[in-house]
């Protein structure tokens, strides 16, 4: 047995409400976190550049 599998099986026996490592592959994967971010950073430029055109 991996040592995920192994993890999955300690995990299942716990409540739902608890976070599950299972399928975690130990990378933070930056390409998705920009992705996520992309819209909210836009929003924030075309406000800043709003308030300058304003002043």
Excluded: C, N
């Amino acid at each position: 047995m991996t040592h995920m599998e192994i993890k999955a099986i300690e995990d299942a026996g716990r409540s739902s409400m608890v976070w599950s490592t299972e399928g975690y592959d130990g990378q933070t994967h930056y390409a998705d976190v920009f992705k996520a971010l992309a819209p909210a950073l836009f929003i924030l430029a075309a406000a800043a550049a709003l308030m300058l055109f304003v002043l």
